[in-house]
């Protein structure tokens, strides 16, 4: 079965502009989440989405937001774009909510370069 | 809250050459997770271990959680090893659930 699909795979956009970045969840999973990796903080929590609520959210100024459809899909927005947002944006999809034992698959990313 | 770190950052081996890598946690865990990050940026799960030894192949691991730290083995390495190696230890559940990711290691093994 197809695994978890990032759309698109590369995206450059300019300060001040707003994106959306899209994550396909495998098929049947209902829980994405959204991380961020950069060269200086490494890879950190941004939220999941679970039956199209969030159930959990990390640290991120409120420019950041996210929304999942009734078909599981994710939504990732970033508005007023600053130059410390460019990143890797990765997505991981799980069966059911994120726990201890959970088994998540992460997609490509989508390397986002913010000029 | 919990950190995480790993070491060394940086590993350059030789094919063939066996490995091992380490990770610190500061405090006590609900789970601990290695993964592969392979060139592409493709994230793979290797192990769920938050106590004990598995063995997945060439690849291994042991968790001590009694000590806080967990090892990972590779032996016989190959270019397709190459990459960054990331554990990360799972706290809390439910809604409070997190994964707190190291800085990783990045090795690269030459032919």
């Known amino acids: 079965k197809a695994g978890v699909t990032q759309t698109p795979r590369y995206l450059i956009k300019t300060r001040g502009q707003q994106v959306t970045l899209s994550c396909s969840p495998i098929s049947g999973h209902r829980s994405v989440s959204w991380y961020q990796q950069t060269p200086g903080q490494g890879l950190q929590f941004l939220f999941e989405?679970?039956?199209?609520?969030?159930?959990n959210k990390g640290n991120f100024p409120g420019r950041f937001s996210g929304r999942q459809f009734s078909n599981s899909r994710s939504e990732m927005n970033v508005s007023t774009l600053e130059l410390g947002d460019s990143a890797l944006y990765l997505c991981?999809?799980?069966?059911?909510?994120?726990?201890?034992?959970?088994?998540?698959?992460f997609g490509q990313g989508t390397r986002l370069t913010v000029v | 809250g919990i950190q995480v770190e790993q070491s060394p950052p940086d590993l350059i081996l030789q094919e063939g050459a066996n490995s091992t890598l380490r990770c610190n946690f500061s405090d006590s865990v609900n789970n601990l997770q290695w993964f592969h990050q392979n060139p592409w940026g493709q994230l793979i799960n290797l192990f769920y271990i938050p106590s004990g030894t598995k063995q997945n192949g060439r690849l291994s691991a042991t968790t001590v959680a009694t000590e806080r730290y967990s090892l990972l083995y590779i032996s016989s390495s190959q270019t397709t090893d190459s990459g960054v190696y990331f554990c990360?230890?799972?706290?809390?559940?439910?809604?409070?659930?997190?994964?707190?990711w190291g800085a990783g290691t990045k090795l690269i093994i030459k032919p």
């Open positions: 990360a230890a799972a706290k809390g559940v439910d809604s409070n659930y997190q994964l707190i």
């Open positions: 989405y679970f039956s199209e609520t969030q159930r």
């Open positions: 991981a999809s799980s069966l059911v909510p994120q726990t201890i034992n959970t088994e998540a698959f």
